[in-house]
């Protein structure tokens, strides 16, 4: 039964396009910032101010951002093909906590849910779903070799 099916071109764009996108303009806002605070007729105390707040608030946002990044660094140099199939139990999947937003499951509901952090058989994986797997279950999965993202996770039939 399948779980979920994804494709490296949405890898792609969840973890090199937006993140990107959404860093260039966070460092964009800051300079501005700076810019606004240098150009300010105002004593220094406002200026500060308004550059501690936009540091923070930059700050927090790229952090976030340079997870997801992190994440894809090695998808450009991955090809689907390349991707390797592993049986296995699933030890431990928890919610990847700094990957706030909702991400599209290729699941049969076609819902959403967070991604998360998979351990199978002692090997940690990043999974696009938490919400369909439980420790002990029994999958099977196809990932990307280096960033060990999952393209393809689902339980496999039983024979017999």
Known sequence: MMIYQASKDNFIREFLIE????????IVVLGLAVFRALKMKTDWAARI???VFAVMVSGTFLSIQVHLLSRGVYLPSEREEDAICVTGRVEAAERDKLSPRLVLTYSDDRGYSYASNVRIDGEAYYCLTDSDLSVGDLVEILYLPRSKIILRCSRPEKGG
Do not use: I, N, R, V
């Open 49 to 51: 101010s308004m550059l």
């Open 19 to 26: 993140p990107g996108l959404m860093s260039a303009a966070a």
